[in-house]
């Protein structure tokens, strides 16, 4: 009978292989993950690097949405407050228009009406963590501010017409701001300009062109409102992207999870598997170096 004089180097191949399946299943049980390097496999470890870049722009967008949102809230809160400080204005024009009252209720009149320009100059500088919300990209100064030596009085802005956007993770872009000058002072539609018209008109003590101006205001009011329809819809459409965003996450993370997410129970019988091949082996290399292989035949 022939005898392959290499049977025992032969079977040195088989213990090695033995020994890297151990340790890649002992490394990925100890891991729970099924790839843990490129070379295991390249197909799913691209698909994992794409995976975690969408979960991580989902994540961030999620985050950022969750701050914007807050700007957009207190934006629109503030224009909230402005309206109902413009109808008390055109409330009161009203009555001082209506040519019944005397002097000093018309300079009454312009007084309560200079209260109400003063909240509404507030409102309009208005900030949000340490940044004004109407100052287009000048965020850090104060957008408006009042001259009271002229009359009627005037008011200078020194922000910019800059409008600030995000965009969604689908590619969605939403507006963050609305610029002071397009809200408070676009000509044709000043609510600082026609409530300073207003407070001069009746600072005389007669209606003046007090028609006029509560005319102007109540346009001023109309497009203040329309603008504030912009803010509005930011809102609902941040809340819906940074809801779409945080689904997409959760629903890739468990897609990545799968990919990568070792099979536990399947591992630990493989290994079993393995370390008992591995022993056969060591047991028969053993016997056959323990005494000659014509000995066995």
Known sequence: MRVDPFFVMNLSGPLDQTQVNQQQLTEELSSGLRVTS?????????????????????????????????????????????VKQLNQAIGLATQGNNGVLNASDLKAISNQIAGLRDEVLTLANTSYQGQYVFGGSQTGTTPFTLNNATTPATVTYAGDSAVNSLVSPNGQTIQLNLPGNQVFTSPGASVLDALNNLVADYATGTAGGGVADTASLNT??????????????????????????????????????????????????????????????????????????????
């Open 38 to 82: 490129i070379a295991q496999d390249p197909v799913a470890s691209a698909q994992n690097v794409q995976l975690l870049n969408q979960i991580q722009k989902d994540d961030s967008f999620t985050q950022t949405s969750s701050l914007t949102n807050g700007l957009l809230q207190v934006t629109d809160s503030a224009l909230g407050s402005v």
């Open 220 to 297: 001023a009011l109309n497009f203040l409102s329309q603008q504030r329809v912009t803010i509005d819809n930011s809102i609902t459409r941040l809340n819906a992207a940074s809801s779409s965003a945080s689904a997409e996450s959760t629903q890739l993370t468990a897609v990545q999870t799968n990919l990568m997410q070792a099979d536990l129970p399947a591992i630990s019988t493989q290994l079993a598997l393995t370390q008992s091949q591995q022993t056969a082996l060591i047991s028969v290399i053993s016997s056959l170096g323990a005494r000659s292989l014509f000995d066995k035949l």
